[in-house]
T-cell receptor, first 110, second 116 residues
Framework: SQQGEEDPQALSIQEGENATMNCSYKTSINNLQWYRQNSGRGLVHLILIRSNEREKHSGRLRVTLDTSKKSSSLLITASRAADTASYFCATALNFNKFYFGSGTKLNVKP | GAGVSQSPSNKVTEKGKDVELRCDPISGHTALYWYRQSLGQGLEFLIYFQGNSAPDKSGLPSDRFSAERTGGSVSTLTIQRTQQEDSAVYLC??????????????FGAGTRLSVL
């Protein structure tokens, strides 16, 4: 299976701290995306990184991609209580089929 | 509409009944996806529609599941003879298309299906 797997499964931190989540996958990809899901809601796209990119920033988010290790990391800096959610990586071999991992549940304590 | 709309938001049904779940994608989005999410789990790909092309049905778990997309817009996911293991949240997403820059998916809030 190409499914991405996030690590850790759960993460609890204090507001202001940084949160790092990792994603590993098994086969070659075209791009990798990170999504956030608040409880009981749909997923919201955060950031997309192409297979030929190594790092990407968006606000307080930093994503890295290491295709040789088939892994990616999502760093959220200066976390806020509103960042509490589940975070999923999605890998795409082509443009029409995505594989989502089981997610990292982040809890940011105020 | 402003976003992807799914209905109903909740559906409770008895084992053996058929159910229909509806997805109204963002206007102008040519790609539409259905996923299933069991409690505390990731998303399981079910089916993908792109324009007028034949859908990618490779993720449908059994022949009790089917989906159609009429007029390239609204989609309906049908589950026949529902089983308890079908209980999950069914999520729909749409995107502008296949080009990488247009490949970001926009999700609806989902339909929570409970089969008793």
């Amino acid at each position: 299976s190409q499914q991405g797997e996030e690590d850790p499964q759960a993460l609890s931190i204090q507001e202001g701290e940084n949160a790092t989540m990792n994603c590993s996958y098994k086969t070659s990809i075209n791009n990798l995306q990170w999504y956030r899901q608040n409880s009981g809601r749909g997923l919201v796209h955060l950031i997309l990184i192409r297979s030929n990119e190594r790092e990407k920033h968006s606000g307080r988010l930093r994503v890295t991609l290491d295709t040789s290790k088939k892994s990616s990391s999502l760093l959220i800096t200066a976390s806020r209580a509103a960042d509490t959610a589940s975070y999923f990586c999605a890998t795409a071999l082509n443009f029409n089929k995505f594989y989502f991992g089981s997610g990292t549940k982040l809890n940011v304590k105020p | 509409g402003a976003g992807v709309s799914q209905s109903p938001s909740n559906k409770v049904t008895e084992k053996g009944k058929d159910v229909e779940l509806r997805c109204d994608p963002i206007s102008g989005h040519t790609a539409l996806y259905w996923y299933r999410q069991s409690l505390g789990q990731g998303l399981e790909f079910l089916i993908y529609f792109q324009g007028n092309s034949a859908p990618d049905k490779s993720g449908l778990p059994s022949d009790r599941f089917s989906a159609e997309r009429t007029g390239g817009s609204v989609s309906t996911l049908t589950i026949q003879r529902t089983q308890q293991e079908d209980s999950a949240v069914y999520l729909c997403a749409s995107s502008l298309g296949q080009l990488l820059a247009k490949n970001i998916q926009y999700f609806g809030a989902g339909t929570r299906l409970s089969v008793l």
